[in-house]
């Protein structure tokens, strides 16, 4: 299922990906930010193919009428998405299963188009419109096509930046300058497009790497439910306090950390909503289940659940750390004493009972 995502160099575009010198396997991963593409052809003659007429509707706010230059801006943006999605979809459609390339473009276009239509984008700055035709646009397309063995090859970001920029013309402020070049804000505008894009596609990629490494665990779905929705529920929480922790601890440390907060607080959880947990959720699956966190697409990919933000300059932990049994053993032998320690203030209410009882 992953044949494509997992080929060598694949997601190489993904922030997780990127590091200096790798502790663990003595290998150099190359850091920065790939270079983002020229302006492409497009944007100097858009509308040159001929796509299907918008869908009908015009504004999605409720009770409102699109005027006839809102209809306009809407068919150029409509026009321009099918041009630009279809020329990407050409080159990843070899890995779609069962759509046509005509209802593959169809379905990616509705979700950016569906983001633009509404009138309240163009009474905003362009900086917080643009952020929310990004973030509209995605929470659609993720939900729906996620699972796409296309989802991390296809790049939407010069068809999200034409809708944005789109919007951005019609309001009057995508000032134009004079001369040759693009214009003035186009830079800008596609930098906020570039950075929610991979936002959101990090966190399209860690969902699905907890979600392969707990089905990888664990084989009752109703356990996988409840572990995958732990895991997640947790992961930025761990995250967070290991980074508040403002004392100067090496880049290892941090990341046992992170591990050890992501561990208990998320098999925490699970222990306390499974029924017959000691018999599922135990030291060997525990285990196993974190040891396929730290490689959720196999040894031979280098995407972690582990954020790159802890492991950039020292690399992915190997699956076989000898941290994780440490603390699977720790964590396990701290629920166990709970459960045999009585609950605070017991001791205390049963001695005033006796005091209070007559003789």
Not at 194 to 200: A, G, L, Q, T
Not at 225 to 252: F, Q
Not at 299 to 317: A, E, F, K, N, T
Request: aromatic letters at 8%; a positive charge.
């Amino acid at each position: 299922m992953l044949r494509q995502m997992l080929s060598d160099g694949m997601l190489k575009h993904r922030r997780c990906a990127r590091g200096g010198d790798l502790l663990w396997q003595g290998e150099v991963l190359g850091a920065g930010r790939p270079a983002v593409r020229p302006r492409p052809r497009w944007a100097e003659g858009l509308l040159a193919m001929q796509p299907p007429p918008p869908p009908p509707g015009g504004s999605a706010v409720t009770g409102a009428t699109a005027t006839p230059d809102f209809d306009r801006l809407l068919e150029r943006v409509h026009g321009n998405l099918y041009q630009i999605v279809g020329e990407e979809a050409s080159r990843v459609f070899h890995l779609e299963r069962a759509w046509s390339k005509t209802e593959l473009v169809k379905r990616v276009v509705r979700y950016i188009y569906n983001a633009a239509k509404s009138q309240e984008l163009i009474m905003l700055p362009w900086e917080e419109a643009t952020a929310k035709l990004v973030e509209h646009a995605m929470q659609g397309y993720c939900g729906a096509c996620s699972d796409r063995h296309w989802f991390f090859e296809l790049d939407l970001t010069q068809a999200l930046c034409s809708a944005a920029w789109e919007l951005a013309r019609a309001t009057g402020q995508a000032a134009q300058r004079s001369g040759p070049g693009p214009p003035a804000r186009y830079r800008q505008l596609q930098d906020v497009v570039v950075r929610i894009y991979e936002d959101k596609l990090d966190e399209a990629l860690l969902a699905k790497g907890i979600w392969d490494a707990t089905r990888a665990t664990f084989l009752d779905p109703a356990l996988q439910s409840k572990v995958n929705r732990a895991l997640t529920k947790t992961h930025a929480k761990a995250l967070e306090e290991s980074l508040m922790d403002s004392r100067p601890l090496e880049d290892l440390k941090r990341v046992e950390q992170f591990t050890r907060r992501w561990m208990d607080s998320s098999m925490r959880q699970v222990w306390s909503v499974v029924e017959g947990a000691e018999s599922n959720i135990n030291e060997g699956s525990i285990l196993r289940l974190f040891q396929n966190l730290i490689a959720p697409f196999g040894d031979h990919h280098h995407y972690s659940c582990i954020p790159p933000v802890l492991i950039q300059h020292i690399g992915r932990p190997p699956t076989d750390w000898q941290f994780l049994a440490e603390s699977v053993q720790q964590v396990v032998s701290t629920w166990r004493q709970e459960l045999l320690r009585p609950p605070l203030g017991v001791s205390k209410r049963r001695r005033v009972r006796a005091s209070a009882a007559p003789a």
